[in-house]
Structure formats: C-alpha cells, structure tokens
C-alpha cells in the first residue's frame, strides 16, 4: 500500500496550491479518503474528508470556504486544492485512507489505516 502526496511547496498569503495523493496497493474506490496536516510542535489535525460513497465533504472550521477535497476513482488520486492560503496554513499536510475496519470520527487519527509521507507547505505573509 502507498499513499504518495505532492504539489506541497513555498507560497505566499492569498496564493493557491493543490495538493495531489495518488494511491496503490488497496480498492482505492472503497476507502474514504482525508487530508490532515501537523504544524511543528503541534498535534496532527483534521482538515478535509470526504466519503467512499457519495463523494460528501466535511471541512474544518478553519478552511471552510478556502478549501476543497475531491477525488477520482479512475485515477485514484484524492486531491486538496487551497486558496486564500494564509500563513497559519504552514504544516506538513498528510494524506489518509479509511477502509472502514474502524469505527471512529472522520476527524480521529485511528479511523485512518493508512498514511502518506506527507508533503510541507509553507506560506510566508
């Protein structure tokens, strides 16, 4: 199994970047799919999830209406396109896969069996 992030980088506030995450290894069409990130010296949070089924999103509060999680099957590829970027956005941003083997919050670490590497983003004001 491999979840592979990109288009991380260097950005200044009010840019745009998306994020890529291409998968292998597992029935990508089956898993749900998130965003989390993890700034330095903090926890890893919730950013973006969005369903196995019908595609539904959910947001943290903190990137509603800036961000947006998408995804498609035929490439299985989730992606995360951020706009109005803004300098409390720097973390390093991880891509996860929830095949359902836990039962647990969308925005839980352990509902996620599998991870990316991450990618680093970094926006200066």
């Known amino acids: 199994v491999q979840l592979v992030e990109s288009g991380g980088g260097l950005a200044q506030a009010g840019d745009s970047l998306r994020l890529s995450c291409a998968a292998s290894?597992?029935?990508?069409?089956?898993?749900?799919m998130a965003w989390f990130r993890q700034a330095p010296g903090q926890d890893r949070e919730f950013v973006a999830h969005i369903s196995r089924n019908d595609g539904s999103t959910d947001y943290a509060d903190s990137v509603k209406g800036r961000f947006t999680i998408s995804r498609d099957n035929a490439k299985n590829t989730v992606y995360l396109q951020m706009n109005s970027l803004k300098p409390e956005d720097t973390a390093d941003y991880y891509c996860?896969?929830?095949?359902?083997?836990?039962?647990?919050?969308?925005?839980?670490?352990?509902?996620?069996?599998?991870w990316g590497q991450g990618t680093q983003v970094t926006i200066s004001s």
């Open positions: 996860a896969a929830d095949l359902g083997t836990v039962v647990a919050s969308r925005d839980a670490l352990h509902a996620y069996d599998y």
């Open positions: 290894g597992f029935t990508f069409s089956r898993a749900a």
